[in-house]
């Protein structure tokens, strides 16, 4: 199986403050049709995960902008450009490039 | 608007076997992958399977010969079993839109649309 390696495991930050979350693949991510299935959710505490960011950069419909993906093959970022306190959870890059589909083990968002 | 609910015991005993019920309302099931994934206490998430617009499955070899996926067309709800539950298998349990979706010429994420969550613990 893929194993998702996400670093770092809790981020602290404030109000504004811009942060980045890395996600590692054991191995490339790029699909033979040229794609590269890499998704970032965001678990809210009480409510399930939702998609913010999907094919490595593209935003999810209804998800802020301050919010961004990139990378290739085996490394990837997440970057929010300015944290609001509506962003604080648990964040999950997960692949679906290649079967079983893959989790990392989340980065925890906390207010500093 | 999609929505998701997850129904069925919260409760199990060792080696019965976990019964669950997704609802999806909103966007019909005969398009698409519908899955179920588990988040164990603590953070870890794991992808249990999914079952495509046409019927077929995709399980998580991780969990071998124990896991069913099944739906009834007719009422728009797809169901989980899982046999043989052991202690290790207490997680909250949801159901999603659950895989790689291609429909004229437009690609459709898994992940998307998510339901609440059931909590099922499995204790004698």
């Known amino acids: 199986d893929v194993v998702l390696t996400q670093t770092p495991p809790t981020l602290s930050a404030t109000i504004g403050q811009s942060v980045s979350i890395s996600c590692r693949s054991s191995?490339?991510?790029?699909?033979?049709?040229?794609?590269?299935?890499l998704n970032w959710l965001l678990q809210r505490p009480g409510q399930p995960p939702q998609l913010l960011i999907y094919?490595?950069?593209r935003l999810e419909s209804g998800v802020p902008n301050r919010f961004s993906g990139s990378g290739s093959g085996t490394d990837f970022t997440l970057k929010i450009s300015g944290v609001e306190a509506e962003d604080l959870g648990v964040y999950y890059c997960?692949?679906?490039?290649?079967?079983?589909?893959?989790f990392g083990a989340g980065t925890k968002l906390e207010l500093k | 608007e999609v929505q998701l609910q997850e129904s069925g015991p919260g409760l199990v005993k060792p080696s019965q076997s976990l019964s669950l019920t997704c609802s999806v309302t909103?966007?019909?099931?005969?398009?698409?992958?519908w899955g179920w994934i588990r988040k164990f206490p603590g953070n870890k998430m794991e992808w249990m399977g999914y079952?495509?617009?046409?019927?077929?499955?995709s399980y998580n070899p991780s969990l071998k010969s124990r896991i069913s996926i099944t739906r009834d067309t007719s009422k728009n709800q797809f169901f989980l079993q899982l046999n043989s539950v052991t202690t290790e298998d207490t997680a909250t349990y949801y159901c999603?839109?659950?895989?790689?979706?291609?429909?004229?010429?437009?690609?459709?994420?898994?992940?998307?649309?998510w339901g609440q969550g059931t909590l099922v613990t499995v204790s004698s």
């Open positions: 999603a839109r659950g895989g790689r979706y291609y429909y004229d010429g437009t690609y459709y994420s898994p992940f998307a649309y």
């Open positions: 909103g966007y019909s099931i005969t398009s698409n992958y």
């Open positions: 094919l490595v950069s």
């Open positions: 191995q490339s991510l790029l699909h033979s049709n040229g794609n590269t299935y």
């Open positions: 997960v692949q679906s490039t290649h079967a079983p589909y893959t």
């Open positions: 079952i495509s617009y046409s019927g077929s499955t």
